[in-house]
C-alpha cells in the first residue's frame, strides 16, 4: 500500500460505544495530523503529532483520544461521542510540522454518532 | 471568526474556460497559502502553493495570484476539464504552524 490509509471508511457508533479509527501512512514521514470535517464547516485541525509526540491538541473534548505508537500509525479512540461529532475524520502525514510540509490525506473515515 | 473564507459554495464552468476560485484572509501573518483539491470519497490533495513573498505561482494549467494587500488569493484554472470538477479548498499557515483551511468550493465543469 502506498500513501496514507484511514479504516474504517465508514462507521456507525451508539453514544455509549468505544471504537478507534486507525490510519497509517506508507511514506516515511514525521509528523501525522488529525482532521474533522464537519458539513458546511472548514476542516478544522484536532491533533498534531512530530516525531510519535503530541505537539499540538486543538481545544479537543477529552472524548477523543489520540495515539501515535510510532510515526507510521495513528490511531483516534473515540467513548462516548454525542451525535453532533458525526462528521469525517480526515488522517494526514508530512515530512515534519515544525515549517510548512505539504500534507497528505488520507480518504477519512466517515463516522456517524447515533 | 474565520480567518479564512471562501464566499462562494460552488461554481460552475464550461468545458475550455477559465475557472476562478476565490478565498480571502484575515490574518496579516500568513505567510504561506494552498490549494487542495478534494474528490469524492477521496482525501484532499495538494494541488498548488504561494508564498506571501509573490505574487503569483503558476503550475500548468493552474495559476495562483496573490494579493497581499487585499488579503485575497485566487486559483485559476486554465482551460478547465471535467475533470477538474471537484471540492478545492484554500489553505493559509503563518510561520508553519497548523494549516487553517476555508469552506471549500464546489467547481463544477460540464463538457
Known amino acids: 500500500e502506498t500513501g496514507v490509509t484511514q479504516t474504517p471508511r465508514h462507521l456507525v457508533m451508539g453514544m455509549t460505544n468505544k471504537k478507534s479509527l486507525k490510519c497509517e501512512q506508507h511514506l516515511g514521514h514525521n509528523a501525522m495530523y488529525w482532521y474533522k470535517q464537519s458539513a458546511k464547516k472548514p476542516l478544522e485541525l484536532m491533533f498534531v503529532y512530530n516525531f510519535k509526540e503530541q505537539t499540538e491538541n486543538n481545544s479537543v473534548p477529552s472524548r477523543f483520544s489520540p495515539e501515535c505508537p510510532n510515526s507510521s500509525h495513528l490511531f483516534l479512540h473515540l467513548h462516548t461521542l454525542q451525535p453532533e461529532d458525526s462528521a469525517l475524520y480526515l488522517c494526514?502525514?508530512?515530512?515534519?510540522?515544525?515549517?510548512?510540509?505539504?500534507?497528505?490525506f488520507g480518504p477519512g473515515t466517515r463516522l456517524t454518532v447515533l | 471568526d474565520q480567518q479564512v473564507k471562501q464566499n462562494s459554495p460552488s461554481l460552475s464552468v464550461q468545458e475550455g474556460r477559465i475557472s476562478i476560485l476565490n478565498c480571502d484572509y484575515t490574518n496579516s501573518m500568513f505567510d504561506y497559502f494552498l490549494w487542495y483539491k478534494k474528490y469524492p470519497a477521496e482525501g484532499p490533495t495538494f494541488l498548488i502553493s504561494i508564498s506571501s513573498i509573490k505574487d503569483k505561482n503558476e503550475d500548468g494549467r493552474f495559476t495562483v495570484f496573490l494579493n497581499k494587500s487585499a488579503k485575497h488569493l485566487s486559483l485559476h484554472i486554465v482551460p478547465s476539464q471535467p475533470g477538474d470538477s471537484a471540492v478545492y479548498f484554500c489553505a493559509a499557515t503563518q510561520a508553519g504552524t497548523a494549516l487553517i483551511f476555508g469552506k471549500g468550493t464546489t467547481l463544477s465543469v460540464s463538457s
Open positions: 494526514a502525514s508530512s515530512h515534519g510540522s515544525g515549517t510548512f510540509d505539504e500534507q497528505f
